[in-house]
């Protein structure tokens, strides 16, 4: 699975941004099964887990963005979201979003750049 990730940026201490993660039209009738979720890696660091979203909606968060952060899915539309709010310089990373099947197969998104300036 092909995952396109967008939404990362440049943005001030106490800001907000979305990323956005779609997969593809060839695996809608799927889509709505995938455990969902978004990893980031800070530069030097392992890639740790953000968020989650099950197939029925439950959600899990790192303590390190609880309360500020929130993961949603759409699954007529294929996409994961990441709503974050109170953006701190050490929210500065790569943001990856993941998806793991059934099966549990995984696929990886490409990856997208957040950069919070203090």
């Known amino acids: 699975v092909q995952l396109q990730a967008s939404g990362g940026g440049l943005v001030q201490a106490g800001g907000s941004l979305t990323l956005s993660c779609r997969a593809p039209?060839?695996?809608?009738?799927?889509?709505?099964?995938?455990?969902l979720a978004w990893y980031r890696q800070a530069p030097g660091k392992e890639r740790d887990l953000v968020a989650a979203i099950s197939a029925d909606g439950v959600t899990a968060y790192s303590e390190a963005v609880k309360g500020r952060f929130t993961i949603s899915r759409n699954n007529g539309r294929r996409t994961v979201a990441l709503q974050m709010n109170s953006l701190q310089p050490e929210d500065t990373a790569i943001y990856y979003c993941h998806v793991e099947r059934t099966t549990g197969t995984t696929s990886w998104g490409q990856g997208t750049l957040v950069t919070v300036s203090s």
């Open positions: 039209r060839s695996i809608l009738s799927e889509f709505s099964s995938y455990l």
